[in-house]
């Protein structure tokens, strides 16, 4: 791919080559850089793309979805409008629960026909990874059914699915409010049956004071330990339980949404090497007003995420572009930190950097090719999509 303009998102800045060509060999990138410094062909048949000036950035990675589940909640959406609280519609048995219904009639083959729609819409504006948590099933059985079709998405579309055990996303009804013994459930059976079944890639829990306490996160963290599975957090969106430092103590990849984590949960982050990954989807449709610490984040230097939290409750978002210009007005990211936040730090906070997010020799070749003057455009703009095409793992 030559006569391109590229942004390999290599190093902290945007790391911008202009005239550039990329060479790619089979899955992998093979070499990036200057036109002038290009390798000669190998082969006389090797294909040559002309770019005419486009822009080349990194597939984009959606490191934070709930993608796979069963129906949608306008219904709660209206009750928001009229004035209703997240809390007092997961006390009245919406919120989670009621997705939990739908995706508990749902069946596997149900559930992927109604993701790929939402898949589709994200893979048109470049993605080529993206995770996909359970946590709708609260059983083994549907859990077990959520994440095998999340790996089939990745069987049915060109793109990188990473999949997330989110069991202690929320107490199911049958559990008569007994939350510790739905946590050993978790930790005990459901987890370690999922992971030998190669199902899982990273486990989450929701620790919040709707969901479940810092004590019993720390079991669930502890069976994932031990089954050589990593570790994120939903941490501190709705009060400081101090998640995001309960995350650092476990090594977690990511720490998400932040909104009320404090400089100390912070500084942990730092220490661990934990990526924060906001979550502006949520935070605009839930009206919140407690913006996350980013000033805090960049003074003690912890990697930023963003992601579009694609779910049906708080974020029925399908657009990391979107994303980007919500995460650049709300939280004030800066387009070199929204850019980075979907392609080289996104990957990060899914432990797979050394793979992809980046345009550099010995990655994955997962590109995007844009037609926009300069990178700004992709977070300046709302409701346009520049893509020219998509390029997953060379094809």
């Known amino acids: 791919m030559r006569n391109a303009s590229l942004a390999t998102m290599a ?11 990329v060479v790619v060999r089979g899955e992998r990138i093979a070499w990036a850089g200057p036109d002038a410094q290009a390798p000669a062909p190998l082969h006389q048949d090797t294909e040559i793309i002309d770019c ?3 822009w080349i950035t990194p597939g984009l990675v ?14 709660e959406f209206e009750m928001r ?24 009639a749902a069946s596997e083959e149900e559930l992927v026909a109604q993701a790929l729609p939402r898949l589709d819409a994200l893979i048109a504006e470049g993605l080529t990874t993206v995770e996909i948590k359970s946590g709708y099933g609260l059983d083994l059985d549907n859990e077990r059914r959520m994440l095998g079709a ?3 998405l990745g069987k049915l579309r060109p793109v990188t699915v990473r999949t997330t055990f989110l069991g202690a996303h929320a107490l199911p009804p049958e559990a008569a409010g007994d939350s510790d013994a739905y946590i050993s459930l978790v930790a005990d059976t459901m987890l370690p049956a999922l992971a030998r079944e190669n199902l899982v890639d990273a486990v989450d829990g929701f620790c919040e004071s709707i969901a479940f306490s810092p004590q019993q996160i720390t079991r669930v963290f502890a069976a994932a330990a031990a089954h050589g599975v990593p ?14 430092a309960l995350a650092a103590d476990h090594r977690a990849l990511s720490a998400d949404h932040l909104e009320h984590t404090d400089e100390a949960g912070v500084i942990a982050m730092a220490r661990a090497g934990t990526v924060a990954v906001l979550l502006p989807g949520a935070f605009y449709f839930l009206r919140e007003t407690k913006l996350p610490p980013v000033e805090l984040l960049r003074r003690h230097g912890v990697s930023m995420a963003i992601a579009t939290d694609c779910n049906p409750g708080t974020s029925p978002l399908t657009s990391l572009l979107l994303t980007m210009n919500m995460a650049a007005t709300q939280f004030r990211l800066t ?61």
């Open 150 to 152: 999340a790996r089939r």
């Open 335 to 395: 387009v070199d930190e929204c850019l980075a936040g979907i392609t080289r730090e996104a990957a990060r906070a899914l432990g797979i950097a050394h793979e992809t997010g980046t345009v550099e020799a010995g990655k994955y070749a997962d590109l995007a090719v844009w037609n926009i003057g300069s990178p700004s455009e992709l977070v300046y703009r709302i409701g346009f999509n520049p893509l020219h095409s998509r390029i997953w793992r060379g094809r």
């Open 231 to 244: 570790v994120k957090l939903h941490a501190d969106q709705l009060s400081n339980l101090h998640g995001a």
């Open 11 to 21: 190093g902290m800045g945007l790391g911008i080559v202009e005239r550039a060509t």
């Open 52 to 54: 005419e000036g486009r």
């Open 81 to 104: 409008l009229r004035g209703a609280t997240y809390q007092q519609i997961a006390a009245a048995g919406g919120g989670i629960v009621s997705t939990v219904r739908a995706t508990r």
């Open 62 to 75: 959606d490191c934070h979805t709930h993608l796979v589940h069963g129906g949608n909640r306008a219904a």
